[in-house]
């Protein structure tokens, strides 16, 4: 699922109260735990307790300044796990989750391609589960929120970051009115692992799900994993359960530039709270090139046009 990194010695000390107030209920710790490499948000364990592995996460530094609601992540979490789209939560611990650890590993986006249809079918049974979460993603407000932060910790945004915001507004306001369903929001392809024991596709890290707009779900996904326009025809396809209308592809398109506008957003203000060694500029960078070769586009405005 994940490379394990850390020198056991050292992890079994700066997870010490958590061990502790977890061990009467799951079982006693059997073997030291082992971080997990590839978050760039949380650190993540690998611990054994009793006769199960399960999975920590420990939460970064300010991750509430990001939009993320800890106990939507456990709300959401639960209701994959109930649709079996998603690893069981075995119990929380203050703002810790603890899930069952599911062996397999990442698909990379090439391969996951390949299985759009099983990951649009997961997606629209979650949309559709009638769970409710505490909190709402609207990527617009996101944006607002992040800049004021930067600005109170004393930094600076980048130019283009005022042309993704109001690229995001006029996507908000061209689309139809959606009604709020909980959504992921993070669905890059490092949050989709095949499970070794039947090879069935699981989603994991849902700790930026929230009432929002089941569209941006599917435009995430869609441009997080390269997919090209045939791959998009099969996405909404097998989300909707039929041919996608003109109006349900430019939404899709819409979504993947929005997708990017959030993404950028979030670099920026990880480069100004986070204490994790990633390149953030870099990766607020790349999302604000793709975002404005996009808006650049005259089919910009016809998807606009098109969505409405």
């Known amino acids: 699922m994940w490379a394990l990194t850390c020198n056991g010695t050292r992890a079994v000390g700066e997870l010490n109260d958590i061990l502790t107030h977890l061990q009467p209920t799951l079982g006693p710790l059997a073997h030291a735990p082992a971080e997990l490499a590839g978050g760039i948000t949380n650190r ?30 456990r709300l959401a ?4 796990a109930s649709l079996g789209v998603a690893p069981a939560v075995a119990m929380t611990f203050e703002d810790c989750l603890v899930t069952r ?32 979460l505490p909190t709402r993603f609207c990527v617009p407000e996101l944006l607002q929120r992040y800049a004021a932060i930067v600005h109170e910790r004393g930094g600076e945004l980048p130019d283009v970051y005022a042309q993704a915001h109001a690229a ?5 306001a061209a689309l139809p009115a959606c009604e709020p369903c909980p959504c992921h929001n993070d669905l890059l392809a490092a949050n989709i ?10 989603i994991v890290d849902w700790e930026y799900a929230g009432m929002g707009d089941r569209r941006f779900d599917l435009g995430n996904l869609s441009i ?3 997919f090209d326009p045939a791959t998009d025809e099969r996405l909404l396809t097998a989300y909707h359960g039929e041919q996608p209308s003109e109006q349900r592809r430019a939404a899709l398109r819409l979504m993947r530039v929005l997708s990017d506008a959030r993404e950028a957003a979030w670099g920026v203000v990880q480069a100004s709270v986070s204490e994790l060694s990633f390149d953030f500029d870099g990766y607020a ?19 606009l046009a098109a969505a409405g």
């Not at 996951?112 to 979650?126: G, M, S």
């Not at 995001?168 to 908000?172: C, F, G, V």
Request: a neutral charge; zero cysteines.
């Open 168 to 172: 995001a507004e006029r996507i908000a």
């Open 285 to 303: 960078s790349e999302h604000f090139a793709r975002l404005r070769t996009a808006i650049a586009e005259p089919r910009f405005g016809e998807w």
């Open 101 to 132: 650890f599911v062996a397999g590993r990442p698909l990379q986006a090439a391969e996951l391609r390949d299985h759009v249809e099983e990951i649009a079918r997961a997606l629209r049974r979650f949309h559709d589960s009638g769970t409710r």
């Open 193 to 202: 692992i095949r499970r070794e024991s039947d090879g069935r596709l699981m």
């Open 224 to 226: 997080n994993n390269d």
């Open 44 to 73: 993540n364990f690998r611990v054994t307790l009793g006769d199960s592995e399960y999975v920590l996460r420990r939460p970064g530094k300010d991750t509430a300044l990001l939009g993320i609601d800890r106990e939507s992540e």
């Open 77 to 80: 979490s639960e209701s994959a």
